[in-house]
């Protein structure tokens, strides 16, 4: 069914990338784009280009074949290898995100806008195909919003995480990120980027979380909670099995969205102590190029976790 979805996907995406780019039409150089190409879910750097600046037409895929080799498939119309990095039949093909949101259409009608980050990841889509949002584009996208477009930020916190939330905001003010508190459970709406903080047990019941409860195939997380009150954090592999999990003291940094909104970020854990440590990793240091992060006590652990050999 999965193997379908992206099927029917690229049938869609030959349509439109057959375009071109068409209908952009020349505009104002952007600024300050960067294009990075890794695979295994970040796991593996395998380049990092910027410019300083682009031409005003510019898409995702002139970008890409301005700074690399690539090959296509379908009628042009889907990536096939970078730089001689191909997908596979196996369940392994080329995605694209800009500021941590997963590209919606066809990266030749996808405009750059300044500030944009784009990342190019090779990885299996074994457990789901659809990856709404990463966290590994920090500060992205709050600092140059999504399409162009810049959100308001909201910041929900639980009551007994107040050490967390002073570290959240202290963070986002650290990347000049205005975030307006409001309480836990009062929602972001659609046209807002939310970051809730809280434990798992005080958090669950909000709409990105009930995405990750579902697990990867709702929310494109690859970590859930187990138990009554959530005191475990199970993290998963790429096939979306469990790989490890972890007790008191754990926490998790994971974005996901539905198909009405804008991503919601969650800064969670097993326990208030779990909830700060992730708060403490908010960094861009610690996020880059991560699809979500888990942490315990001092350890940082990318998730998805790779799959044993």
Known sequence: MVKLRVLTAVASLAVVLACGGCGLGPGAPTKGIS????????????????????????????????SFKIS????????????GRSGSANHTDWFYYVNGVQGSKGAATTAVHAGDHIWWDLHDWSATDNIPAVVGSFPEPFTNGIGGKRYPVTLECASDVDAACKQVTKAMTAVHVPASSQLLGTGSGPATLGIVVGTWSAIRSEVAAELVAHGPGASGVYARFAGPEG??????????????????GAGLIAATADSSSVPTWMITGTDPAGVLAA????????????FALAVDGSTRVPVPVPASP
Request: glycine content about 10%.
């Open 35 to 66: 294009l990075t190409v890794s695979s295994a879910f970040g796991a593996r750097h395998i380049s990092t280009v910027s410019r300083s600046k682009v031409p005003g037409s510019e898409t995702v895929m002139r970008m890409l074949e301005r």
């Open 72 to 83: 296509t498939r379908y009628g042009g119309g889907f990536v096939q290898s970078i730089d």
């Open 231 to 248: 005191r475990a954090l199970q993290l998963l592999n790429p096939s979306g099995q469990v790989a490890r999990t972890l007790g008191a």
């Open 279 to 290: 708060a403490r990793a908010l960094t861009p240091a610690a996020l880059h190029d991560h």
